[in-house]
């Protein structure tokens, strides 16, 4: 399709389509492993090892996911390629030597111990499956890395049949591990790398085809362009990471800890499974809008809307509670208190597309770095209103972090709409002068 050429919403629900069901589809990658898990002897430390293992992998890996963004924003070819492919093994080896340092030597222990809050029994454990998940961080990039030639491409089925592919080979691994029952730690990290080597290998394939077929270099891209980029984006997605367990720390100050933490833990949960789907509205304006703004925008609103649809079902309906009972095995009162902090969640719904589609502005004007505003901004209302809440209404438990989670999103919006709005406007200017 030329750009120039008129889009249907039906060309746009297909390219979305696909993006949406891949990343809905990754969230089961983690029932696959730990429903294995659970199966083992001494099943909550094998969870509980795991878990561990797996939120420094989390903060670890978040380098290597910006790649995607990266390559569908900033390759147009064969050369652009190769220099962001460049970019990527100088910050897999910066990563790769951190990892290793604490993989292999006394600062793992002591992370463990004192920032995960790991005991003395678990350490060992931990440390053998983190040392399994280190090649899961540099598959996850070059995966993202090609994942971004497929976007360009419009060809998302591919992401879709890269995940489908990923799922049948964990679930195959998973059954062998159960079959000759050997269920440990390790377990769950190396079916979480049969999964993404899996998953690599689709994404490498599909993309090579491509990059050698179908793309040509329009433009010359630069280090700096690249390294001007990529930073502020994995700055913003890092202090992502940090907000969620800042909520938990500050939620154990309410009156009834157990309760507000899990109810907040299980609410986010669900409010995250569905806001997955929407995870990829930055791409409708990297790939389409430029060319086909009223479109983009009227889809967008039709979409945006779905999220809290289905998030007002859960709530207002008693399909809420038969689906926190049966689907999510909460017991009543668990299941009411976590209806009660999804409730606060409906004004996140609402926004987060929008913020995820206006920060697709800043990437296509390769301006990531005015995306840190609003995610600081985000981060500071939460622990401020956060703070008041639980000085006013203690008694409110996990309601209190759904509220200034929603609220750091509003404020998040608020704040990278008056940069678009501002970009925008010296935009106009500037084209008026040149008239």
């Known amino acids: 399709m030329t750009p120039n050429q008129e889009i249907s919403y039906r060309k746009l629900t ?19 492993i730990n429903g294995t898990l659970s199966r083992g002897d001494h099943a909550a430390f094998i969870i509980a090892c795991y878990a561990v293992a797996m939120s420094l992998f989390g903060i670890l890996e978040r380098p290597m996911i910006v790649f995607r963004q990266t390559s569908s924003t900033l390759v147009s070819g064969k050369d652009s390629f190769k220099l962001v492919g460049k970019f990527f093994l100088y910050v897999s080896a910066v990563l790769m030597i951190v990892s290793a340092i604490i993989a292999f030597s006394p600062i793992g222990k002591w992370l463990y111990l004192n920032i995960f809050g790991a005991t003395d029994q678990m350490v060992k454990v931990i440390a053998i499956t983190f040392q399994a998940l280190l090649l899961v961080i540099i598959l996850s990039g070059i995966r993202g890395l090609y994942q971004g030639i497929i976007i360009i491409q419009h060809a998302t089925n591919w992401l879709t049949i890269g995940v489908v592919t990923r799922l049948i080979g964990m679930f195959l691994a998973a059954y062998l591990f159960i079959h000759f029952d050997f269920i440990t730690s390790v377990t769950g990290a190396i079916i979480f790398l049969v999964g993404m080597l899996i998953e690599c290998l689709v994404s490498v394939y599909k993309g090579n085809n491509i990059l050698n077929k179908e793309l040509k ?9 690249v390294s001007k980029f990529y930073f502020p984006m994995m700055y913003y997605f890092l202090l992502q990471t940090v907000l969620i367990p800042v909520i938990y720390i500050l939620l154990a100050k309410a009156n009834e800890i157990e309760i507000s933490i899990a109810s907040f833990a299980l609410a986010f949960s669900i409010t995250n499974l569905i806001l997955g789907f929407f995870m990829y509205t930055h791409q409708l304006v990297l790939q389409f809008y430029k060319h086909h703004k009223q479109k983009v925008i009227r889809f967008l609103i039709i979409i945006s809307i779905l999220p809290t649809v289905l998030l007002c079902i859960l709530c207002y309906t008693p399909f809420g509670l038969f689906f926190m009972q049966n689907m999510m095995g909460a017991d009543l009162e668990l299941s009411t208190a976590t209806i ?42 939460v622990i401020m209103s956060l703070l008041i809440l639980l000085q006013i209404s203690p008694q409110l ?8 989670a929603s609220l750091g999103e509003l404020t998040g919006f608020i704040i990278v ?6 970009m925008s406007k010296s935009k106009k200017l500037i084209e008026n002068e040149k008239h």
């Not at 696909?18 to 990658?29: D, M, N, W």
């Not at 270099?217 to 362009?225: A, I, Q, Y």
């Not at 969640?345 to 589609?357: A, E, M, Q, R, S």
Request: hydrophobic share 50%.
């Open 14 to 32: 297909a390219f979305f389509i696909p993006l949406g069901v891949s990343a809905s589809l990754t969230s089961v990658t983690h029932v696959i």
């Open 217 to 225: 270099d329009e433009n010359t891209l630069t280090k700096r362009e």
């Open 340 to 381: 009660s902090v999804l409730k606060f969640f409906i004004i996140k719904t609402l926004v987060y597309p929008w913020v995820d589609f206006l920060n697709g502005f800043l990437m296509l004007s390769r301006q990531t770095n005015k995306m840190l505003f609003s995610q600081l901004g985000n981060i500071a209302t």
């Open 397 to 404: 438990n996990g309601v209190n972090g759904s509220i200034a």
């Open 417 to 422: 709409c008056i940069i678009v709005y501002r």
